[in-house]
């Protein structure tokens, strides 16, 4: 059973910093490509960043670029989503999320539609 746990969301001002976590079991965590996503109230769940299993490819979506920054440690099983200058409209739930086959390429690392396991979600929250 795979299971993904994110940790590491709260309550931040404008311009703080967070760093969220998510842990993963239940397969070889070093095969898999991961993703983060997240959804605002009223909003659609929108990509957030990707990396690939090797972590030789990582894509950020556009507004969140040069601030936020992904990695991953094989060794621990995590993935890390690092959030520096966070701005208001940062504000949403988080989700980490992997993608459905061992070494799959990079295409359409954006689409939910690719990613076969979720975790519950971490709420960040960013005062103005």
């Known amino acids: 059973q795979v299971q993904l746990v994110e940790s590491g969301g709260g309550l931040v001002q404008a311009g703080g910093s967070l760093r969220l976590s998510c842990a993963a079991s239940?397969?070889?965590?070093?095969?898999?490509?991961m993703g983060w996503f997240r959804q605002a109230p009223g909003k659609e769940r929108e990509f957030v960043a990707y990396i690939s299993w090797s972590g030789g490819s990582i894509y950020y979506a556009d507004s969140v670029k040069g601030r936020f920054t992904i990695s991953r440690d094989n060794a621990k099983n995590t993935v890390y989503l690092q959030m520096n200058s966070l701005k208001p409209e940062d504000t949403a739930v988080y989700y980490c999320?992997?993608?459905?086959?061992?070494?799959?390429?990079?295409?359409?690392?954006?689409?939910?539609?690719?990613?076969?396991?979720w975790g519950q979600g971490t709420q960040v929250t960013v005062s103005s």
């Open positions: 999320a992997t993608r459905a086959g061992a070494y799959s390429g990079n295409a359409f690392y954006q689409a939910e539609r690719n990613y076969a396991y």
């Open positions: 239940g397969r070889t965590f070093s095969s898999y490509s």
